[in-house]
């Protein structure tokens, strides 16, 4: 069976920073692209970030580039997102998410790409 884990959800303050990971069961770790995307309340799912397994295609929305790092572990089964200067607009729950390698151009900014998705971890950040 496959499953994501994530953690490192919490509450912080803006300008503070906080690391987010997620555990990877049952696939094989390194034939998928692994994302991070977000959803605040009341509104849809967004893109955050994803990384291939090598590391050589690393993207980032317009609305966390420079502030956001995502890194993975591909001998972990572990995906990283490192987030700093975090603003309030960043509260949301947080999730990851595994798309496996298809051939072709395919933008891995899109949520039906996924294959898997974990439950979320929730980050707060207050005023």
């Known amino acids: 069976q496959v499953e994501l884990e994530e953690s490192g959800g919490g509450l912080v303050q803006a300008g503070g920073s906080l690391s987010l990971s997620c555990a990877a069961f049952g696939l094989t770790f390194r034939s998928y692209v692994m994302g991070w995307f977000r959803q605040a309340p009341g509104k849809e799912r967004e893109f955050v970030a994803n990384s291939d397994w090598s590391f050589t295609d690393i993207y980032y929305a317009d609305s966390v580039k420079d502030r956001f790092t995502i890194s993975r572990d591909n001998t972990r089964n572990m995906v990283y997102l490192h987030m700093t200067n975090l603003k309030p607009e960043d509260t949301a729950v947080y999730y990851c998410?595994?798309?496996?390698?298809?051939?072709?151009?395919?933008?891995?900014?899109?949520?039906?790409?996924?294959?898997?998705w974990g439950q979320g971890t929730q980050v707060t950040v207050s005023s």
């Open positions: 998410a595994a798309a496996r390698f298809r051939p072709g151009y395919i933008d891995y900014a899109e949520e039906y790409e996924y294959d898997y």
